[in-house]
């Protein structure tokens, strides 16, 4: 049973009103338990509005989503536990801090479980540590922390609740390129860890295709494609038409593929290496 | 919802209301909110009324919109009137003990009804038809008489830009930081009211900090654009005044002296 499947789910922001504009079209999609998604499109193609009915933020105009098979707005006065089950990292999550400490603001989606005191602490810092946040930082306040810090602290407010499903909407948005490569590694390996499935939101193809098993593209509030990560950077070609590119190292190989040397669709440098080495020993000839 | 607001929001639109002169809508807007209040029978507020609806026609905006801003005043509506509902003479309509209803208490409520929703209507029109920076700019020039007793004119009227057109932006940011605290299950719909107080905890505190952030940037990019205030600053865009200004104001006079007549030619309302 998938953990995340919509049925025609549609979103109309506005309804009925001159400025009604529908932003989510009749999306029917299946994400299994385990497995992590890479969504891309472009700006205002219905990405932010389509995760935030994942967790029940916004209400669906039409269709449903399930969760683990069951309709998450059954019983609307319990879709807090809908929240704590599909965890959701908004953009610039840092402006969302408020407690007095870093461990306090960390804790307080744990404490609305109404969890008891010792297991919201275990989670805090269990959390803190898988985004690299060092003990002494977690007694500060939040304002005193770098941009990076506050971002990682931020992150880890929603991973303490523990989360089945979590959502990262652009979490590396606005970070150095160190900082990103840092904050992609943790939530693999995060990943890795709990086996519970991710959904990452980016604008960085590179990050995409490093990270994603399966890719889902939406374009102007439609599902355009929804398949494995090689399978969608392989149509280079439709993805530049709605405005997104793939990898650049996946545009060389396909150009290389196009003039007839003997590669297919690669997603990382490491797997283009792979490719190319041989290649080259041999002289680089077409149809060695 | 926040966005929901609609007091004091503009209504883009090329209606006669929209291009009239921010500085005669203003005074325009004041007169009838004087007389308003000078319409002291049921004859006169009958004319301010007409008036209003006239004016709310050709502004082109949906009336839906009216309707929703007088939606945010109706608990003070409903106050007002039912406790004049209580005052006045007149014939003893209903009683019970010692609370007694009369006739004049009714048509006091109801007269003063008309007069709140009308003055929010008049209101409501200025700033539906009239954006935010043709407001404060219409202000500065009309209050820069006061400049001889040291009133600073253009600081105030850049301060009443600068707030208005952060409204949006922090209507925004307010759903963005409620939306976040939401997904991490703060629960704002339910409790008593010390705990719906204390929901709103995690939304004031990242609102201050992200207001306090946006203008020390605001600053930042004021100065490096070389503001020094009012002094020798020119305008982009300098009102002036159109034969359809004139005619607007001849309109306003002719039904104001009318409203004076009955007021003057028929006995009062409120008893």
């Given amino acids: 049973?998938?953990?995340?499947?919509?049925?025609?789910?549609?979103?109309?922001?506005?309804?009925?009103?001159?400025?009604?504009?529908?932003?989510?079209?009749?999306?029917?999609?299946?994400?299994?338990?385990?497995?992590?998604?890479?969504?891309?499109?472009?700006?205002g193609s219905g990405k932010s509005t389509l995760i935030q009915q994942f967790n029940g933020l916004l209400r669906p105009t039409s269709g449903t989503v399930l969760l683990n098979g069951k309709d998450i707005w059954e019983q609307p006065k319990k879709i807090?536990?809908?929240?704590?089950?599909?965890?959701?990292?908004?953009?610039?999550?840092?402006?969302?801090?408020?407690?007095?400490?870093?461990?306090?603001?960390?804790?307080?989606?744990?404490?609305?479980?109404?969890?008891?005191?010792?297991?919201?602490?275990?989670?805090?810092?269990?959390?803190?540590e898988f985004v690299g946040l060092s003990e002494e930082l977690l007694e500060k306040s939040p304002f005193e922390l770098s941009g990076g810090e506050k971002r990682r602290a931020a992150i880890a407010g929603v991973i303490a609740m523990d989360p089945d499903v979590l959502i990262l909407d652009e979490p590396t948005a606005g970070l150095d390129p160190r900082g990103r490569d840092v904050l992609l590694s943790q939530i693999i390996s995060y990943h890795k860890v709990r086996h519970n499935t991710v959904i990452l939101v980016s604008h960085s193809m590179e990050d995409i295709a490093r990270t994603a098993d399966r890719v889902l593209v939406m374009n102007s509030s439609k599902v355009e494609l929804f398949d494995t990560t090689e399978e969608v950077f392989s149509h280079d070609s439709e993805l530049e038409q709605i405005g997104l590119r793939v990898p650049q190292i996946t545009k060389i190989m396909s150009i290389l593929k196009s003039k007839g040397y003997p590669v297919h669709t690669v997603l990382t440098l490491e797997q283009a290496l792979k490719q190319l080495m041989p290649l080259l020993s041999k002289g680089g000839r077409k149809n060695g | 919802m926040v966005r929901d607001i609609t007091l004091g929001q503009y209504f883009p639109g090329k209606s006669l209301i929209?291009?009239?002169?921010?500085?005669?809508?203003?005074?325009l807007t004041f007169v009838y909110i004087i007389f308003i209040f000078i319409a002291s029978n049921f004859q006169s507020l009958f004319l301010m009324v007409a008036l209003i609806f006239g004016i709310l026609l050709l502004s082109g905006v949906p009336l839906m919109q009216y309707f929703k801003s007088l939606k945010a005043i109706l608990f003070v509506v409903v106050f007002t009137s039912?406790?004049?509902?209580?005052?006045?003479?007149?014939?003893?309509?209903?009683?019970?003990?010692?609370?007694?209803?009369?006739?004049?208490?009714?048509?006091?409520?109801?007269?003063?009804?008309?007069?709140?929703?009308?003055?929010?209507l008049f209101s409501s029109v200025l700033t539906f038809t009239t954006s935010p920076t043709e407001l404060t700019d219409a202000l500065e020039r009309l209050m820069k008489p006061l400049k001889v007793l040291h009133v600073k004119v253009h600081e105030i009227a850049m301060m009443m830009t600068i707030a208005l057109r952060f409204v949006p932006t922090l209507l925004e940011e307010t759903d963005k930081i409620m939306s976040a605290q939401k997904a991490r299950g703060a629960d704002m719909e339910s409790g008593g009211l010390m705990q719906r107080i204390h929901a709103l905890i995690p939304i004031l505190i990242p609102l201050f900090v992200s207001s306090f952030r946006r203008a020390y940037d605001l600053a930042m990019a004021m100065e490096c654009r070389c503001y020094h205030g009012g002094e020798g600053r020119t305008k982009m865009r300098v009102l002036h005044a159109t034969p359809r200004?004139?005619?607007?104001?001849?309109c306003t006079a002719v039904v104001c002296a009318a409203v004076v007549f009955c007021v003057v030619y028929f006995p009062a309302a409120i008893r």
């Avoid at chain 1, 049925?7 to 109309?12: A, E, I, R």
């Avoid at chain 2, 929209?18 to 005074?27: E, F, N, Q, S, T």
């Avoid at chain 2, 003990?97 to 009308?118: K, P, Y």
């Fill in chain 1, 1 to 43: 049973m998938p953990i995340i499947e919509t049925k025609d789910l549609t979103y109309t922001y506005g309804e009925g009103t001159p400025f009604c504009k529908t932003a989510v079209d009749h999306v029917n999609i299946s994400i299994e338990q385990g497995e992590l998604i890479g969504l891309i499109g472009h700006t």
């Fill in chain 1, 80 to 128: 807090r536990d809908v929240r704590f089950q599909v965890g959701m990292v908004f953009q610039y999550p840092e402006h969302q801090l408020f407690e007095e400490t870093v461990l306090k603001d960390i804790a307080f989606g744990p404490g609305n479980m109404g969890l008891n005191h010792d297991e919201i602490m275990k989670r805090a810092h269990s959390a803190a």
């Fill in chain 2, 18 to 27: 929209h291009r009239l002169d921010p500085r005669v809508k203003i005074a």
């Fill in chain 2, 82 to 120: 039912v406790l004049n509902l209580f005052y006045g003479g007149g014939h003893v309509v209903w009683s019970w003990g010692f609370v007694q209803i009369t006739d004049g208490g009714i048509s006091n409520a109801i007269f003063i009804t008309i007069r709140i929703i009308s003055l929010i």
């Fill in chain 2, 245 to 250: 200004d004139a005619v607007a104001i001849v």
